[in-house]
Every structure is written in structure tokens, then in C-alpha cells.
């Protein structure tokens, strides 16, 4: 079971560097990230790292306001038309997301789609059912060799 850590961050200078200073100094490397602004000068910042408990914990000795999160992430082709033909099979699963995130990994050719979902569990069950290849923890944090 992946995590995505999600942070809650003020927009202001200055901020953002304040988290990755505080992973920087915990010896965490950081995967993939997004930030969406969300109102009134704050935002919430999401990343996958190479070890979410460690991050977590660092972040959170720190006085930041952190929270891991659940994620399911998927194989992909790294090649034109692979993102659309995992999106087939992931509506065909019916399971619907409310963030992504991909990455591509250099190493292996391959790509990965993050999902956030409400119902972590059955969209689990139904990606297996239609066969969508779910990716192991090592893969998606970088530690598989």
C-alpha cells in the first residue's frame, strides 16, 4: 500500500522550501509532487517520496501540518497512447479519481499513474478484477533495485 504525503502549506515565500529543507535534512528524496492552490493563500502540497512514515514524522516534529494518504498506483506504458489505454481500463473498473499524478521511471521505461480515490479498498478490488497492474511500494518510492 503506497502513501502520497499530503501538506497543508500557506502560499508565501519562502514556505515551500521550508518542507523540502526539512526532507532534505531527513535524508528523503522526493519522487513526484503537485501543489493546488485552494483558497485564500493556502494550498496543499503532495508528494511521493522514498519513505512517506519518515517524512511524516520528520514534517510533523517540525510543527507542519502533514497527513499521509492512501494512493493506488498503476502501470503504464511510457509511450504515446499508454496514459489513454490505462484510462480506458480504469473507467472500464469503474473507478473514479479525484487527483493524479504520473511519473516516469527512467530505469525501467516505464511510467506511473498515481490515483487518489474515496473508496481505497473497493477500487483496489475492482482494478484487480479488471486486471489493471497495481505497482508495489518499492517500485513507486524508488527503493526497488
Known sequence: MAYEVSIFLENKIGHFER?????????INIRS???????NGWGILNLIVNDPKKAKKALS???VSVALRKVIALEMRDEAGGLDDLLMEVARAEVNFDNAVGRVITETQKAILILNVDDYAESIKKLKKQGVQIIDDQTVYGTSQ
Open 19 to 27: 518542507i523540502t529543507s526539512v526532507l532534505k535534512e531527513a535524508q
Open 33 to 39: 509532487m503537485a501543489i493546488n492552490d485552494t483558497a
Open 61 to 63: 516534529e517540525k510543527g
